[in-house]
């Protein structure tokens, strides 16, 4: 079981990048998924999740109306669409899928089982 995100690099500040994350060995189109991120000495920290059929999603207040998670059963892919970035987003990013089946968008990292390796995204200024 596992999970890939790619995406991540160097951005001018009030750029845009697309983080994916594909799962491989399983499906998870019944977990809910998050993507969290975790800056040089600072907690990681939630910054966007959806439920299992995406109906709720959770977006961490610096993120709002600049990020968008959107996932894609089918393809057992999960997207963060990052415009307007911003300096304080360098940080190294994680996806993450939840334990439970037909979860719900939390932001709680101990809802999540399952971790894929981080990709790390720079925002210069």
């Known amino acids: 079981v596992q999970l890939q995100a790619s995406g991540g690099g160097v951005v001018q500040a009030g750029g845009s990048l697309r983080l994916s994350c594909a799962a491989s060995g399983r499906t998870f189109s019944r977990n809910a998924m998050g993507w969290f991120r975790q800056a040089p000495g600072k907690e990681r920290e939630c910054v966007a999740s959806?439920?299992?059929?995406?109906?709720?999603?959770y977006y961490e207040d610096s993120v709002k109306g600049r990020f968008t998670i959107s996932r894609d059963n089918a393809k057992s892919t999960v997207y963060l669409q990052m415009d307007s970035l911003k300096p304080e987003d360098t940080a190294v990013y994680y996806c993450?899928?939840?334990?439970?089946?037909?979860?719900?968008?939390?932001?709680?990292?101990?809802?999540?089982?399952?971790w894929g390796r981080g990709t790390l995204v720079t925002v210069s200024s």
């Open positions: 993450a899928a939840g334990g439970a089946l037909y979860g719900g968008a939390y932001s709680s990292s101990g809802e999540y089982n399952y």
């Open positions: 959806i439920s299992w059929r995406g109906g709720s999603i």
